[in-house]
């Protein structure tokens, strides 16, 4: 039966959902590359077609990818980029640089992909015999791309790297964003092992770039790129007099190339990482030749969809930030502390396998009022204990649990302080919507 609409798109693609939570991260992970080279074999091999810079890190990775794509669309390149998850619309995954595809085409390449899927399962020893949703959606995405006639796409990976469904493409480039402690029971328990885990996104004889790492990670790798013969470019190395300012219209960024070229920025988007990311896109964009003014320009203007998002309800200020790392919620706390200081509401919420202590440090430490509530129920969150780990640190600010996320907003606004939402993008999203069903907030 044809798919007739978006949504049923969405629920064809998640149809896919892997249900056996047994076997995750068994055979269905190890044996991960080789399901995802079977499916795109299957379907003609779409990814092939495009010249691909491959993107890993704990964070930071699809505000880099944005910024890359902007600056490939504004050198003439019609240019596809792929980000996980979504905030608050599927859309957002797969885009011409941003734009949403219009649905026709969406639909009408979704059952393109339906059909090439006729008779297809993967081997007995692969594990589940059909794709895995994150499977399914790459595939998706390189389809969309190839089929509009792409020359160029930005990939985001999902997990990792080494195993990662988008780590089947002989990507020009990869670029390693910051290095945290993150999905520990996946990647490894220490900043090595999953410094090794993201590395492994490089391939041979191309060009790689990394943010500033810790030592630790940058020694992986740095030695990930020598075994693969590839040229390395550091973020502390080629950007030099590196300086950020954070104004209440955005970042103001200065900076130079070693190469030469200086910058003077006023950015609409808020944040020194937000800053270092454009600034490594800059870099990265000078050194494969396709950085040009009206890229930078764009990039001057762009705000993406929850990252140190402004908006307003009833003259409140409200932030929303996708923040889920320690050092993110340190700097989005940080960049937010200067402009509102700590008389300010924090609305929290974390997935299972995040550095939630660290995390809840950081904002009690800096804020007086803390709600603790639930980031979707997509993946696993337990707020009660994240809610008794606060108060275990702190007994005196003010913490409250509330689980619905609109009763939950609803409170912070009485509070009638200016209100940060932070913790995932799965918490982000509900929010988003709630503002533009109750509050008429366009986002």
């Not at 779409?46 to 050198?75: R, V, W």
């Not at 950020?244 to 200086?262: P, R, V, Y």
């Amino acid at each position: 039966m044809a798919l007739n609409t978006f949504n049923e798109v969405v629920n064809y693609l998640d149809s896919f959902s892997y249900s056996d939570k047994s076997k995750a991260p068994g055979i269905i992970r190890e044996n991960r590359l080789e399901r995802m080279e079977n499916l795109l074999k299957w379907i003609k091999n779409p990814e092939k077609d495009l010249k691909i810079i491959h993107l890993a890190g704990s964070k930071g990775k699809g505000s880099t990818a944005t910024y890359l794509a902007i600056l490939l669309k504004n050198k003439g390149y019609k240019t596809g980029l792929y980000l996980s998850p979504h905030v608050s619309d599927y859309r957002e995954r797969f885009t011409l640089a941003g734009r949403f595809f219009d649905d026709d085409f969406l639909i009408e390449t979704a059952n393109l992909l339906k059909n090439l899927l006729i008779g297809f399962t993967n081997p007995a020893e692969y594990g589940s015999p059909l794709p895995s949703t994150f499977e399914i959606y790459t595939a998706y995405a390189y389809l969309l791309f190839k089929e509009s006639g792409c020359t160029h796409a930005v990939i985001e990976t999902g997990i990792g790297g080494r195993l990662d469904a988008t780590n089947t493409t002989n990507s020009i480039a990869s670029v390693i964003l910051p290095i945290e402690l993150e999905h520990t029971s996946i990647l490894g328990d220490t900043i090595e092992k999953i410094a090794y885990e993201k590395s492994k996104i490089i391939k041979e004889h191309q060009v790689v770039f990394s943010a500033s790492q810790a030592k630790e990670a940058l020694n992986v790798i740095k030695t990930e790129a020598v075994n693969n013969n590839s040229k390395f470019y550091y973020f502390d190395d080629e950007i030099i007099n590196f300086h950020s300012e954070t104004l209440i219209k955005g970042e103001h960024l200065k900076f130079q190339l070693k190469a030469g070229s200086s910058f003077d920025l006023q950015l609409s988007v808020f944040g020194r990482k937000q800053a270092e990311n454009i600034a490594l896109a800059i870099l990265i964009a000078s050194k494969l030749n396709f950085l040009t003014a009206w890229g930078i320009n764009e990039l001057q203007r762009i705000i993406i969809k929850g990252r140190f998002m402004p908006l307003k309800i009833n003259n409140v200020p409200v932030v929303i930030d996708v923040a889920h790392t320690k050092n993110s919620i340190l700097s989005t706390a940080s960049t937010f502390y200067s402009i509102y200081k700590n008389d300010v509401t924090v609305i929290f919420g974390a997935l299972e396998g995040k550095d939630v202590t660290h995390m809840l440090e950081t904002l009690i430490s800096n804020f007086d009022n803390l709600i603790i509530s639930q980031p979707g129920t997509f993946k696993k969150s337990n707020i009660e204990d994240i809610y008794s780990s606060a108060l275990k640190l702190n007994t005196e600010k003010n913490i409250l649990l509330i689980k619905d996320n609109k009763d939950a907003l609803d409170t912070a606004l009485k509070l009638n302080k200016p209100i940060l939402i932070t913790g995932s993008f799965y918490l982000a999203g509900p929010m988003l919507d709630i503002m533009e069903e109750h509050y008429g907030i366009k986002c």
